[in-house]
């Protein structure tokens, strides 16, 4: 019995060593993955570059250099750095809009076929809250539009909607100032739909892409 229960305690014991031994290497992995990804996220938490236009002029960051799909154009963010924030409301999703809380203050578009550039701001006083092209890229077609909602300058934050077309690089405010926007689509490939909140109310819009004018805009009841 003793030879037996000495086997015995000895085959535990080995059992034993070896769940300790995988145990520790579990604990090495897992502190290396942690580590790891603290370090991915404070490389990717890195600033974006800091630009000037000029050795007197004020300084910007660029972020968000993007291609747009379906084009030979790159869509580069403009930023103040000062670090203030805009307050740009909630996160909107419908129709494609994105509210950022940086405090963002021009639109660049590069064609890297011919290196010309156009700002779709004449300057970067204002905060964009919000643009997107149209129509949304669910199947990498290339857009035909963008727009832009631009905040007010004064206390009361009231929104200025742009759109543009990024073939011609006409573009015009179809609404100077309303309170806020829930949707903006392309229903077909010769309008924009908006849905809009102005002075307590909700309205509709339908633009013309070809002329940038409304051609219908009505009340939306809601009770």
Known sequence: MSAEKTVAHGAFARWT???MAAIGVLGCLGVIAIVSMIYGSIRR???????RAGETAPAFEIDQVERV?????IKIEIFATDGRR?????????????YRSE???NILLLDTSTGKSRRLL???RRNVAAFGLLPEDRDNTAPCCYYLLVNGENAVRRQEVILGVLASGDQATVLPAVDGVDSISMPDKDHVAL???DRQRLFFH?????TLKRTASHAIAIN
């Open 103 to 105: 405090d963002r203050r």
């Open 69 to 73: 799909p379906g084009t030979s154009l």
């Open 45 to 51: 938490s890195e600033p974006p570059a800091v630009v």
């Open 122 to 124: 004449p300057d970067n």
């Open 17 to 19: 060593i070896y769940a």
């Open 86 to 98: 805009s307050g740009g409301g909630a996160s909107l999703t419908s129709g494609g809009l994105g």
């Open 195 to 197: 849905v809009v909140r």
């Open 206 to 210: 339908f633009v013309d892409v070809v």
